[in-house]
């Protein structure tokens, strides 16, 4: 622990965490922000993940053992001042921890195990909360790996960050993938690829998802693009029992995933 | 539709409109705002609730049906400046159509049609986002009412009428009940009810979900306290099949109602 506070918001090392907020500098400097204790905690779980630590004097006293635990790693632990975590922080009300990571995606090809059962693709989404939200239900419901196609919203963007509640640090996730090579690496290795989309012809009642399956969730509004939609071996809606006209992307994809997960089970 | 555009952000047409963003005054006024096109279409469709309807010209131009339907319907429909609408609107983006509407909650004793068969209940709910979005998940799965417990969040509040997309318009919705009595309500109407929460010794594929059911969710960090517990038949978990520690709670009461939904239609 260093034994000074860092408290000049324009210092090197806090100009260098905060340009991390923007996508630009975390693909070029390869790094990413995690916030929170949570996020910490997970992160620190993975060997060479963690690069630095900053603390507020709060929050060390608050979390103790993540800072013994960096300290353990040889991960360099920097206290912070209110006001340089206001800086680097993405929320109105920071937690007084924050990670720089070194990015955690694997390639396409790395990601699946050799028999996998279930995988979400976010093919446009958009929004991410939502995102973020659906890494942690497909984290929940035992998912192999969450794919990021190129036209979705970076994994490493803060609010995804903290809406994965860490489960970005659980299981492999994939970023910019085409989504054609991804439905076709998916169907190669045995996985029935299943869009979700509020226009398909079957509830998700009718569809046999006792087998290996892939779910491909689209953006806010509901449509996953024509492309996409042809390249599914199926396009499942969530049925509509009431009179809400669709159901919240993240809320959506969690019901199909869980469907899944236990229809692998109970046959 | 007046002739002339409200430009005075200091106006008493928009100041008392402006109050309703605080529930004090929600309370007091017995009215509430709700924003952008889909919840004023829905408000709409209910009669008597819009009372009036503050429209930009661009979203008047957007939405010409709304404008016409509200002056159909005898509602007073405001012209307002970009600077108004900002001043009304609780969203970084403002959509441009904003109703005053009278609220639409009704009594416990009024909520439930004679054979209730699934039932959303908020207990301690605190955050508006996940709590419209519980009652977008309740609305889609077809519960017949949702209530919102006096430990909960106001349904009332912009973001949870904006996350319920229309849903507080198309379904029965009870605020301020106590717990207690909601329960002994519910099992007197015949259902049985289930508390969601991490720590339940069932988990949601081993308990039967045919019968009519009431499901209790707790706050964000996933725990109802002890009395509520008690009060439930069962406590029951979504089962985690990943390393995530949880589900979102709006996520996770998705699959509960959606369970529920389902079991009562295929069995």
């Excluded at 991960?75 to 993405?90: D, K, T």
């Excluded at 279930?118 to 991410?128: I, K, Q, T, W």
């Excluded at 693009?225 to 994809?253: F, K």
Aim: charged share 20%.
């Amino acid at each position: 622990m260093a034994g000074t506070e860092l408290t000049n918001v324009r210092s090197p090392r806090v100009k260098a965490a905060r340009r991390l907020t923007k996508r630009a500098y975390r693909e070029q400097d390869r790094k990413f922000l995690a916030e929170g204790p949570q996020a910490v905690r997970e992160a620190l779980k993975l060997d060479g993940v963690t690069l630095e630590l900053f603390a507020t004097a709060e929050a060390e006293l608050r979390h103790p053992e993540l800072v013994t635990e960096a300290t353990l790693q040889g991960v360099p632990v920097h206290r912070a001042s209110g006001e340089v975590m206001a800086q680097l922080s993405q929320t109105v009300t920071p937690q007084g921890l924050l990670a720089v990571c070194r990015l955690v995606h694997v390639a396409l090809d790395d990601a699946l195990p050799a028999e996998p059962r279930l995988v979400a693709v976010l093919a446009h989404v958009r929004d991410p909360g939502n995102a973020g939200t659906v890494m942690r239900a497909a984290d929940a419901a035992g998912a192999d790996a969450v794919i990021f196609t190129d036209a979705s919203v970076d994994p490493y963007n803060g609010k995804c960050v903290r809406a994965s509640a860490g489960s970005l640090f659980h299981l492999p996730v994939v970023i910019g993938a085409p989504v054609a090579r991804a439905v076709s690496l998916l169907r190669e290795r045995g996985l029935r690829v299943l869009a979700a989309d509020g226009a398909g012809k079957h509830t998700l009642d009718d569809v046999d998802l006792s087998g290996p399956t892939a779910w491909i969730f689209g953006n806010e509004a509901w449509g996953l693009p024509e492309e996409v939609l042809g390249q599914a071996d199926e396009v499942v809606r969530v049925p509509i029992y009431g009179r809400a006209e669709s159901l919240n992307l993240a809320t959506a994809a969690a019901v199909c995933l869980y469907s899944s997960a236990r229809a692998q089970r109970v046959s």
